[in-house]
């Protein structure tokens, strides 16, 4: 997936109201009406919530009679997934790169333990 999809699920993600959508999505198809009755928002609002997250590719909706049900879509948090795996893969790259340049500075030579004689010339 393209990074635009990306930016478009983590734009989707960035609103709370969304984001307790695809919480409520998880108990399976939801017409818009419930959804509306457990949100914080009207069901116009509701409605706009669910165009940006349906264009975002993380849900997918279908008409059952008189009825418009929302489901969560099952790829769509690929994108977001994938972009999150790139990056923590980076970050940790970066980080054994870093360890392993400390390990090989040589160490400095110890000095004799006290309770050790010292040679003298």
């Known amino acids: 997936m393209s990074n635009q999809s990306a930016d478009a699920v983590f734009d989707a993600l960035g609103e709370p109201v969304r984001r307790r ?5 998880h108990d399976g198809p939801t017409p818009v009406g419930r959804l509306a009755e457990r949100l914080p928002v009207g069901r116009p609002a509701v409605s706009k919530h669910l165009r940006v997250l349906s264009s975002a590719g993380l849900i997918e909706h279908r008409s059952v009679g ?12 690929a994108a977001a997934q994938q972009w999150l795996v790139r990056t923590w893969d980076t970050a940790l ?18 000095q004799a333990p006290a309770d050790q004689p010292r040679s003298h010339p």
Do not use: C, F, K, W
């Open 66 to 77: 008189t009825r418009n049900l929302y489901a969560l879509a099952p790829a769509g948090m």
């Open 21 to 25: 959508i695809l919480e409520l999505l």
């Open 93 to 110: 790259a970066a980080y054994a790169a870093e360890v392993s340049q400390h390990r090989q500075v040589p160490a400095r030579p110890s």
